[in-house]
């Protein structure tokens, strides 16, 4: 990377802007219109000169490029120059606006879901792989099922458990989970709405953090992660259940996935980065018809 050419590209506010938003969060040429006010053609043009001088990389998902900082050489320099420029601190609050949306999507996905669970298909979510995951617990216990949506699982748990926190992003999931607990008359689950990278518990709390297919809907899986590691006793046991990384792009429209799943190596991580120890992980499912979506078991102890 040449240092002077990257100091001629930092002379333009406007592509100040866009490094200082990358380096917060990946975004696709359509959000950074919308965060910037800014044409297409423009944004296009300016992310063109910018990864050409190697400071921003991009990564396909679906139909989109998402492009983020690639270079942290210059970052204080960037910082210093957004004290100069006026529009920086309004970009700070127009790119928490396009997260929320990126939120909102998937929430109203699982919304327009509640109560359908069990008569829909939907990816990776087996007996056979909810069996092999079952064979990890050790009740009595404290459980929060993170991304629990209608909480389906989570009656499977309480009734070995000794109390379960079911959290959801998706307010009609959680009422609908909520009151099919109480016409079944489970009383030891706690319904939330939260959000997987927030989850509305007190740290240190629960005996075992659990994530049934839903880590691919978060939009940072490490800050999931991180946020389960909080939540747990020092004695805590984290379990994910989550789809091998896969290239069926269908599901992103389909299933309001973020995420195309997670090779066992990036699961590993996630788990290892946030301070876990211990960790392992296994296939515990393949199915056979097409898309021939594989399931991920991973474990590791706090």
Sequence with gaps: ???????????????????????????????????????????????????????????????????????????????????EIPEAGEDTEALKLVLEKRRDKVRHYFDELAGKFGRNYVPGRSWKGLAETLLQLMPPMVVADLGAGEGTF??????????????????????????????????NIDYRVGDLEAPP?????????????????????????????????????????????HAFEQAREMYADTWLGFSETELRAFLENAGFKNVQSRIVDRETQNPAFETILAVGNR
Excluded: C
Aim: proline share 2%; net charge positive.
């Design 154 to 187: 989570s009656q499977l748990l309480a009734q070995r458990a000794k109390r379960v926190i079911a959290v959801d992003n998706s307010p009609k999931m959680v009422e609908f989970g909520a009151k099919l607990a109480k016409q079944n008359g489970v009383a």
């Design 1 to 83: 990377m040449s240092i002077l050419k990257s100091l001629r590209l930092l002379a333009d506010p406007a592509r100040v802007r866009i490094l200082l938003l990358l380096d917060r969060e990946e975004l696709s040429v359509a959000e950074l219109q919308e965060i910037l006010a800014m044409g297409q053609s423009r944004i296009s043009t300016h992310l063109a000169q910018l990864r050409q001088a190697g400071l921003v990389e991009d990564r396909r998902q679906g139909k989109n490029s998402l492009y983020s900082l690639k270079s942290r050489e210059l970052i204080a320099v960037l910082k210093a120059a957004a004290v």
């Design 201 to 245: 518990i007190r740290a240190g709390t629960v005996d075992l953090a659990f994530f049934s297919q839903s880590l691919h809907h978060a939009l940072h899986p490490q800050g999931a992660i991180d946020a389960a590691y909080r939540l747990l006793k020092p004695a805590g046991r984290i379990v994910v259940l989550d789809l091998k990384k």
